[in-house]
Structures are given as structure tokens and as C-alpha cells.
């Protein structure tokens, strides 16, 4: 039996985001209401795929349609939004032998590109997929390139005590005894998203570069998500912001998504608003702290002291002699 592609149903939708909780290769962004937020600040239409094979559902696969200047292009995720990964995620593969689940998979991938090739007709074609989607094989067949990205992850398991051993000396003794007496470490609201954004705004401002995250994106996806799913975490010194993180999570894992910018407040801000996710993650039996990022020279320095595993993702992109500019573009806005 052949698998069917579709692009969702009333039905489907309202399974949608089951199917997200069910598949080893999603994260917070797929989930249905996270897809619509990202296609209004992206300007793009999202077309949310489905693979059948018979009555069991295969996978799933977000695209976005972008068109400018009346040329079509297909996103997953979509450009300038910073989204780390998104991508397909397979369903119901984990009790097949390797040789059907291959199949199955090369099957779906292959049916997802007929009905974009037929449907969008994208003159460039860009794909960022979660690192837990390990085989690129079906994207490679259907002619798409593919490169290498990294990530951190940080074990959070092994439970607090284990972890901080793990820590180099300087983080170590910087979180060991807590936020100094004028320091507070706290998750906030609306107002956290609001001037955590903006810091990092100015810091992307300030070295040349864009940056296309706004408040107004984020409290879309706080507002659409599952209460919990988008947490901000504040730091303050001497009653006044220093600096913070938002994080987005699911079951399983937490994502260090925005935030982090260097700041002057005398005391280790980062340090301190990383331990704290750590921490609360743990107590929530979430098992792992993806660091978003391990290919900056600069920020890995940071993010190496927390004694994370290297993992790689893909990107993978198909696009005609005429459309270097555009490819040029999207890694401008990345």
C-alpha cells in the first residue's frame, strides 16, 4: 500500500498537535498554533502536510510558501524568525524492522516533494530539521543538499548534583552558592519577553545585523502554546533588568531559545539564568537542555562550560542556477 499525502484536513488539524506528542523528530514549533504564528510574522503560508498509509498516519511535514516579487520559494521553517529546527517528523516507525521503515520513510518524504513540486512549484526549497531526524537519505534523493549544523545538549538526568560536578571551575563556582544578595533570578511575563527581546535587539543593532524575533512574535507563541511551553527568565540587579532568557519546551526537552546578550552588571547574569532553567527543568522531568547553537566560536566558549554533547542537525536546499540570490538572502537573514 502506498503512502497518501495530504494537506491537513479540518480533521487532521485537530489532531495535529497529538501527532507532534507522538513523534520522536517534533518540538514546540511544530505544534499547530506555534505554525500559524510563524506563517502571520513571516508573511508566508503554512501548508501543514500529512502522510497516510492507509488509516495510520506516517508523518508530518510544515511548509511555508513564500512568495516575493512573484516567485515562489518553500520554507521549513520559515526565514528571518530564528526558528532552530522544524522539518518532517515521522509517526509510528519504531515498531517497523529497518528495511520497511526505511521504505516507508523514503515514501513519505517522496510523496511530501511531489504534492510541494506540484502545488508550490518553489524556484528554491530550504529544510532545517530537528537533530533527532538523523536520516537526510530521502531529502538527498529528491535532489536536495545537505549540510551539516550543531547544537549543544545538556544531560539534565543525571540530576543537580551530578551536573554541577560536570561544570568547569568558573561556572561552577559562579551558580554554586546561589545569585548574590542584590541579584534575582525569577521567571516573568510579558514585560520579561518584552525588554529580552529588545536587549537583544540592540546588542544584533549594535554589531550590524538584523534581527527579525519581535515581542510581538514571541507573546503569539506564548499566547498559542500550552501554558508553560514559553517560559522568560529574568535577572535583576539592584531591582533593575540585567539581562534573561526565553525558553520554549516540550516534554522532554527545554530550548535556550532568545536571550543570552552581553550585559555589564557585575555579576555572571548568564550563568545564573542558565543554572536557574536547569534547575526548574529538573523539577519539571524534562531530561535535556538543547543550547540552540554550537557553530559561533565565540558563544561555544560559553556554552561548552556546562559540559554539553555535541549533536548535529541538517539543512538541506534545492535551488535552480538563477536563484543564488535568494539563497544568498536566507543565509543573510539567518
Known amino acids: ?14 489532531q495535529w498537535d497529538s501527532y507532534v506528542d507522538r513523534s520522536p523528530h517534533a518540538n514546540p514549533f511544530h505544534y499547530r498554533r506555534s505554525l500559524a504564528a510563524l506563517a502571520d510574522y513571516a ?4 501548508h501543514h502536510l500529512v502522510g497516510y498509509k492507509g488509516q495510520e498516519v506516517v508523518g508530518i511535514f510544515p511548509v511555508f510558501e513564500v512568495t516575493r516579487f512573484g516567485v515562489s520559494t518553500a520554507f521549513s521553517p520559515p526565514p528571518g524568525l530564528l526558528v532552530p529546527y522544524l522539518g518532517p517528523a515521522l ?41 533527532r531526524y538523523t536520516d537526510l537519505r530521502p531529502l538527498e534523493w529528491n535532489e536536495m543538499r545537505v549540510s551539516l549544523g550543531h547544537t549543544y545538549t545538556v544531560d539534565l538526568s543525571v540530576g543537580e548534583d551530578a551536573l554541577l560536578k560536570r561544570f568547569s571551575s568558573d561556572a561552577r563556582s559562579n551558580v554554586r552558592d546561589g545569585p548574590p544578595e542584590n541579584c534575582v533570578v ?5 514585560r520579561a519577553i ?11 543593532e549594535s554589531q550590524g545585523k538584523s534581527y ?7 507573546l503569539a507563541l506564548r499566547d498559542g502554546l500550552d501554558e508553560g511551553r514559553l517560559r522568560p527568565y529574568v535577572c535583576r540587579v539592584d531591582g533593575r533588568f540585567a539581562g534573561g532568557m526565553i525558553t520554549l519546551e516540550d516534554d522532554d526537552t527545554i530550548y535556550r531559545w532568545q536571550g543570552g546578550a552581553k550585559h555589564d552588571a557585575g555579576v555572571p547574569v548568564n550563568d545564573l539564568v542558565d543554572w536557574h532553567i536547569m534547575r526548574d527543568a529538573m523539577d519539571r522531568g524534562i ?7 554550537a557553530d559561533e566560536r565565540r558563544l ?7 559540559d554539553p554533547e555535541l549533536r548535529t542537525y541538517h539543512e538541506a536546499e534545492r535551488a535552480g542556477p538563477a536563484m543564488a540570490l535568494v539563497r544568498e538572502a536566507y543565509t543573510r537573514l539567518q
Open 300 to 306: 561555544n566558549r560559553y556554552k561548552a562550560k556546562f
Open 1 to 14: 500500500m502506498s503512502i497518501t499525502i495530504r494537506n491537513a484536513t479540518d480533521d487532521d488539524l485537530e
Open 91 to 131: 509517526l509510528n516507525m519504531g515498531k517497523l524492522k529497518q528495511r520497511k521503515r526505511e521504505r516507508r520513510h523514503e515514501r513519505f518524504v517522496d510523496g511530501c516533494f511531489e504534492w510541494i513540486d506540484k502545488v508550490v512549484d518553489p524556484r528554491y526549497t530550504h529544510v532545517r530539521s530537528d537533530y
Open 212 to 218: 527579525g524575533v519581535t515581542p510581538g512574535l514571541v
Open 194 to 204: 518584552r525588554r529580552i527581546v529588545t536587549q537583544v535587539y540592540r546588542r544584533y
Open 186 to 190: 525569577e521567571e516573568g511575563g510579558e
Open 43 to 46: 508573511n508566508a503560508e503554512c
Open 287 to 293: 531530561d535535556s537542555y538543547d543550547l540552540v547553537g
